[in-house]
């Protein structure tokens, strides 16, 4: 019988599409992504379901979307009755392990003191870290690898990185949390027979802020800090835009002087660049350990390697720093890389929109496991596997952001996107009636960066009435497939 597929599964947190040399970044040093992206198939239009990390993150694992799944906010716990991927991988003969995040449930540390709440989710090698810790009093005693540091008889520490207050030096390369992550998965690896089919998920917490980056890496752009483009603000872009951006505008996630734009220097803006560059550096290096790891065990030729994000950052673009309810390209397009040697194409990249809550219908075809009647995505392999395929896939992908945060209180924020390819529609909803931008229409084509908002302007009513309508087409069709009971039938 031919051996199933092995699933090595990357999912950075909080990186935006534009980060990678195969995505046309000239700064960051990624030949590792790259060179399997050049040998495997590049997606360009992959778009998230929530800029948020939870929603998406649960979305995703489930095929499903945030509000269908229960998981429409960071903090809510994820309910039992959930198939996760590696769940229906794990019944189907697999052996599936996690290092890093998960948080698909509350993770903070006032609700969690240990780690957070598991459902049937399939992982029997569970190395869980939701993020680096310091070490000490008050540590939750779940971190994977906080603990590893202390069985090393180190402590988590970072460094203030004095030409920047808003970055800091990390710890050395070998001890981060990154490092750590892709050290579990090769342990896991290690640890399979030959013949035993596996699914792994990394989830490293970087590059999500605080922004802190080894030295190491981060000296590779000191030289030339004055030659990285500031971030694609212009100046009163936001005065018609909904009210959520305006207040992270002043700080992030609502919090005045939390990245408080107009407060920060040139020079800060572009530390905060090479800080996050640099840390997606880092996660090059790893993934070229494992390939070469992969190939010295003679499993590379049988694994499929997914590289993604779970939701962008907006790194200063309009003036605001990390996530929030918007929708912009540096929120929802995530960088997408697969190679599966021998099955995927190669040299290739596809401009299809897919959404992710479209992966885990395409994993389960591509291990010939039947997807259960939950699933709200569908497969995209042809894209992957059929250079006959035709480059077009969906008509349009759809975002939401329900209150997702919970920062923004005063109104509360409820925002959903839908983007055709060309037309990105965002509407903002609100629970009482409130003067002001009720939300963003932008044609990508003519304003790529998303400056100029349409909305509510004469002249473009018939194209918002039309973006509205598939608006409302998406959320309806958001609605759970599984079947209800019916008291009578």
């Known amino acids: 019988m031919k051996r199933k597929p092995n699933i090595l599964w990357i999912c950075t947190d909080q ?43 649960a979305s995703f694992l489930t095929g499903r979307y945030p509000r269908t799944c229960g998981v429409r906010q960071n903090g809510q716990d994820i309910p039992d009755t959930e198939i996760l991927l590696p769940r229906l991988f794990a019944d189907n003969g697999y052996v599936c392990g996690l290092s890093g995040k998960l948080h698909i449930s509350a993770c903070h540390q006032s ?5 957070e709440r598991r459902i049937d989710d399939g992982y029997s090698f569970f190395s869980w870290s939701h993020h680096p810790a310091a070490s000490g009093a008050g540590n939750w005693t779940g971190n994977a690898y906080t603990n590893w540091l202390t069985e090393k008889g180190v402590k988590y520490r970072t ?3 004095p030409k920047c207050r808003y970055i800091r030096c990390g710890m050395p390369p070998e001890l981060t949390q990154t490092a750590w992550c892709f050290n579990e998965a090769m342990r896991f690896i290690d640890g399979q027979a030959p013949e035993q089919p596996w699914f792994f998920s990394i989830n490293c917490y970087d590059p999500h802020h605080p922004f802190d980056p080894p030295m190491e890496y981060l000296e590779r752009y000191l030289p030339i800090i004055n030659d990285i483009p ?21 700080g992030a996630y609502n919090t005045p002087g939390n990245f408080p734009y107009d407060e920060m220097t040139d020079l800060d803006h572009r530390y905060l660049s090479a800080a996050y560059w640099a840390m997606i550096d880092q996660i090059d290096h790893h993934v070229g350990r494992i ?26 673009d309009h ?17 997408f890389v697969i190679n599966w040697p021998g099955h995927t194409l190669s040299k290739i990249s596809r401009r299809a929109l897919v959404e992710m809550v479209d ?35 969906r008509d349009s992908v759809y975002s939401e952001f329900y209150n997702s945060n919970i920062n923004h209180r005063t109104p509360l924020a409820f925002v959903t996107m839908v983007f055709d390819g060309r037309f990105k529609l965002v509407k903002a909803h609100f629970k009482d009636r409130y003067e002001g931008p009720q939300g963003e229409l932008y044609d990508l084509e003519r304003d790529p960066h998303e400056h100029e ?37």
């Open 319 to 335: 003036g605001i720093y990390l996530k929030g309810p918007y929708c912009y390209e540096s929120g929802v397009h995530v960088p």
């Open 111 to 115: 609700v969690c003191h240990d780690m």
């Open 230 to 250: 500031l971030p694609d603000y212009i100046p009163g872009e936001l005065d018609n835009k909904p009210i959520f951006q305006k207040r992270d505008h002043i």
């Open 291 to 316: 390939v070469e790891h992969l190939k010295s065990i003679g499993q590379y030729e049988d694994t499929i390697i997914i590289f993604t994000s779970d939701h962008g950052e907006s790194l200063g």
């Open 453 to 489: 908002n349409l909305y509510g302007r004469s002249e473009y009513v018939g194209l918002q009435a039309r973006m509205l309508a598939l608006l409302v087409d998406r959320m309806a069709q958001t609605a759970d497939p599984l079947p209800v009971r019916r008291a009578f039938w």
């Open 159 to 161: 460094e203030p990185f």
């Open 359 to 393: 992966l885990a219908p395409t994993l389960c075809e591509a291990a010939n496991i039947a997807p259960p009647p939950s699933f709200q995505g569908r497969s995209f392999l042809p894209l992957l596997t059929d250079i006959s395929s035709p480059d077009h896939f």
């Open 15 to 57: 990186q935006r599409v534009d980060t990678l040399g195969c995505y046309g970044n000239s700064f960051v040093k990624t030949p590792n992504i790259d060179a399997l992206a050049e040998s495997g198939v590049r997606l360009e239009n992959a778009y998230v379901q929530s800029p948020v990390c939870a929603p998406s993150r």
